[in-house]
């Protein structure tokens, strides 16, 4: 499938900013599921980027504008070129338990993945679920379709109802949230059991057409899960839309937890605040 993506965040200050500096990390990356056709990153006001490589492989182009201005507006546009993933059999075909003895034997490598962060952080609950959903003689492919379903079954999609910061053990009690608490969710419960996994931000298709149903979740960037299967691949998964993720989703930046991958991130220099606003469309071209 081809796509064309627009992602529109428009900053508006209460006063005035003299300057003003942003990280992006807009840029997908190359991968079998994915290529990438076109991309024009325009900030307004403009000034040179310049880019590098953060510690998780995203590509991050940074903005420096130290002129005075009352507003700030990103557009990423993107023509991107996807494929279905193809799943490892085999390695999916091993155990939970099998996958953990040959993660533990790794440790130093994986360690990134497994450990618990800000956002991802462990608890009574995703020990419960852990021990629950992700027994050692589970094949991998059916705990991590499971676990997968169970979030989709007893959570429920409520914009609005958290922000970036809200604790997860708020989350596990309210059984409410977006898909960026849903990520969360499932990084807890995987790392508790021992399974390396990351987040991933990225972008899902808007706009449908007719004989395919709409994914939740698509007006800004979405968030999923990969989880790390023997062998050192990834497989991912989508938690809100209880899908094993295809075509219609485009990775761009990973992480441990959103903080790692967000899009956009920065600071300005004036008095009082700010506001912002997100627009994101993905839609399926000829």
């Keep these: 499938m081809r796509f064309e993506i627009l992602h529109a965040t428009d900053y508006r200050y209460e006063h005035p900013a003299s300057e003003a500096y942003v990280e992006a990390r807009l840029t997908p990356p190359e991968l079998p599921t994915q290529r990438i ?31 005075r201005h009352e507003r700030l507006t990103v557009k990423n546009r993107l023509v991107v070129e996807t494929a279905p993933p193809v799943l490892p ?17 790794m440790a130093t490598d994986v360690f990134d993945y497994t450990r618990a962060s800000v956002a991802v952080t ?3 609950e995703s020990t419960a ?18 676990l997968n379903r169970a979030i989709h079954k007893e959570f429920k999609y409520t914009k609005g109802a958290t ?35 990351r987040y991933v931000c990225g972008y899902i298709e808007t706009d ?38 295809g075509e219609r ?13 967000t899009p956009l991130r920065g600071t300005f220099k004036g008095t009082g605040g700010q506001t912002m606003s997100v627009k994101v469309t993905m839609k399926r071209i000829p």
């Design 122 to 124: 462990a608890g009574t």
């Design 37 to 67: 056709l076109a991309q024009e990153l325009l900030f307004d006001p403009s000034s040179p980027l310049s880019s590098y490589t953060d510690y998780f492989g995203n590509t991050v182009s940074f903005h420096s504008m130290v002129k």
């Design 163 to 197: 922000d970036n910061w809200t604790p997860l053990a708020a989350i596990w009690k309210a059984r409410a949230g977006v898909c960026q608490d849903f990520a969360h969710l499932m990084l807890s419960v995987l790392r508790t059991a021992g399974l390396p996994a």
């Design 89 to 105: 059999d085999e390695p999916l075909d091993l155990t939970v338990g099998e996958a953990r003895q040959i993660f533990a034997s």
């Design 249 to 261: 989703h485009v990775a761009v930046s990973f992480g441990r937890d959103f903080a790692d991958a």
């Design 208 to 245: 449908p057409p007719k004989d395919s149903r709409r994914l939740v979740g698509a007006s800004a960037t979405h968030a999923w899960v990969e989880a790390m299967v023997p062998g050192k691949q990834w497989v991912a998964l989508d938690p809100t839309n209880n899908q094993w993720c």
């Design 129 to 146: 679920w852990a021990r629950r959903l992700l027994r050692s003689d589970l094949p991998l492919r059916e705990a991590l379709d499971g």
